[in-house]
């Protein structure tokens, strides 16, 4: 790929890249990463047709305004500003607003509500579900329940996984922070507590059966809170 040699070509790769790639990080960062992210070359593709679409929107908006302000060189000299600040608001602003609207949009935040207690339903996610694996689709907060790992020795391990626990998720290895270990007995029975537990580290590779089991009644038990 040829590198821009001019600063008309380096402003026309600007124009027509960077609105798309920050339109795509923001979503990325809101709703986490996909398989077609380790791809450069659909990165880049995507870019250029998100950039496209907002630079053509942005001139049949702007009309002739638009046009004659980024022709006019001597414009941008004595108002430096304004012009940094147009340039802000149509590369970056705007892209990142549309992608944070696009997953209001992704979680039903935009339903419209109707006569007689209906809603109209905005909310359109697709047939493909972009999350990479079943691992990832679990990853959504977990917070308040027993969780525990039978390794490929057979022996268990777990405890209870609050909201000082993590789970990571894609591309990353699957492995866990448990915030409280429990002692677990042979059958996977959740026994005790074990004393002065400040949490255990948990690699979820390899042959392993992980397993969230809520407590009884629906509530932590009485010696989990703050960890």
């Excluded at 004659?68 to 000299?77: F, I, K, P």
């Excluded at 992704?106 to 079943?134: E, S, V, W």
């Excluded at 949490?199 to 089991?213: A, H, L, R, T």
Aim: net charge negative; aromatic share 10%.
């Amino acid at each position: 790929m040829e590198v821009p040699g001019t600063a008309g070509q380096v402003l026309a790769v600007v124009l027509l890249v960077l609105p798309g790639f920050v339109f795509a990080t923001v979503r990325r960062r809101l709703q986490g990463p996909t398989p077609a992210d380790g791809d450069f070359a659909y990165r880049l593709l995507t870019a250029i047709v998100v950039g496209a679409v907002l630079d053509a929107t942005y001139v049949l908006v702007g009309g002739r305004h638009l046009t004659s302000v980024l022709a006019d060189r001597g414009s941008w000299q004595q108002h430096p500003r304004q012009a940094v600040l147009l340039g802000l608001a149509l590369l970056v602003v705007v892209p990142a607003l549309l992608a944070f609207l696009d997953d209001r949009r992704r979680h039903g935040r935009f339903d419209i509500p109707l006569m007689g207690g209906k809603r109209l339903r905005l909310q359109y996610t697709g047939q493909y579900d972009p999350t990479p694996t079943a691992w990832d689709y679990i990853a959504e907060p977990r917070a308040g329940t027993f969780v525990r790992v039978q390794q490929e020795g057979g022996s268990w391990v777990g405890g209870w996984f609050g909201t000082e626990s993590f789970l990571s998720v894609w591309p990353e290895p699957r492995d866990l922070f448990i915030e409280s270990q429990w002692r677990i007995g042979s059958d996977g029975a959740f026994v005790e507590k074990l004393e002065g537990t400040r949490g255990v580290y948990v690699s979820c590779s390899g042959n392993v059966i992980v397993e969230w089991i809520k407590p009884p009644d629906d509530t932590a038990p009485a010696d989990e809170g703050s960890g």
